[in-house]
């Protein structure tokens, strides 16, 4: 029975090894994308990088995809306040009675790309 339970162990790791390795074909004369190049910064593929308050991913075919983070909140009820955001992007709600605790409630805020 011991052996048995060996051999399945070890055959799921070799499942899930083989399962975890990723392959690219491409036609002859082409080569694989090895990342992204934005705004002066390289970006290795299947990562990301964040700069300036923005997000930026890099896909396994190259392709570049940016978010821009945070939001500004523009209405909170009467028991919070607006205060920004440790990052510096965008703004955060929170109770006005603790700083530390943030409003879940009736709040209001549009993505920082439309105040810009």
Not at 11 to 30: K, N, R, T
Request: aromatic fraction near 4%; charged fraction near 20%.
């Amino acid at each position: 029975m011991n052996n048995f339970l060996a051999v399945s162990v070890l055959l799921a790791i070799a499942v899930a090894l083989c399962d975890g390795q990723c392959h690219m074909s491409l036609p002859d004369g082409e080569t694989p994308t090895l990342g992204c190049h934005w705004n002066g910064d390289f970006i290795n593929v299947m990562s990301h990088l964040t700069k300036n308050c923005e997000t930026c991913y890099c896909n396994e075919g190259g392709a570049l995809s940016c978010c821009v983070n945070g939001v500004h909140v523009v209405h909170v009820p009467e028991d919070c306040k607006i205060v920004k955001a440790e990052d510096g992007c965008g703004d955060r709600a929170v109770k006005v009675e603790n700083e530390n605790e943030d409003c879940t409630h009736d709040i209001a805020a549009i993505s920082r790309r439309d105040v810009e």
